[in-house]
């Protein structure tokens, strides 16, 4: 029976401490959102008026640093946009050459066509050859 009221003891500790360390943190966290909601303000221009100028200042140098990290970020993206459009580039004035040279050849084989079927018709003609067959005739000289 003491094991079993030990038992019960030591998970109601825990609970218990478990509960405190959920205080704990829940105050933390509610911290936290003030800092995190006053700093947005801050950032968002509200309420400056309240705020010495070191106080500005600081907001001022944060924005600074953000607004040039973003800079630089969206300057990066830009380069690898370029890269990957010169790339294509190179890829279609690629498949464009090979395209004009097929062009190019079904043209030459367009042409030769059109001109044979300009050629009239060949005209069968009679030639008289000397030809004959067997043994050349020997001469008595």
């Known amino acids: 029976m003491k094991n079993a009221k030990n038992l019960f003891n030591d998970k109601r500790a825990v609970s218990e401490e478990n509960i405190q360390h959920l205080k704990e943190e829940a105050t933390t966290m509610g911290r936290k ?32 640093r953000s607004l040039t990290n973003i800079r630089k970020r969206k ?10 459009l010169k790339e294509q580039e ?29 050629v009239p018709d060949r005209q069968v003609s ?4 000397e030809l004959f067959i067997g043994q050349p005739e020997r001469s008595s000289h």
Do not use: F, M
Not at 37 to 49: P, T, V, W
Not at 90 to 118: G, P, V, Y
């Open 126 to 129: 009679d030639v008289e050859t």
């Open 33 to 64: 959102i003030v800092l995190l909601e006053e700093s947005k303000r801050k950032l968002l221009g509200d309420g400056l008026e309240t705020y010495p100028i070191q106080e500005i200042q600081q907001v001022e140098d944060q924005l600074e």
């Open 90 to 118: 190179r890829i279609l004035a690629k498949r464009n050459a090979e395209l004009r040279k097929k062009l190019k050849n079904h043209s030459q084989l367009l042409d030769l066509t059109r001109t044979l079927k300009e």
């Open 75 to 84: 300057n990066q993206l830009i380069r690898e946009k370029i890269e990957q």
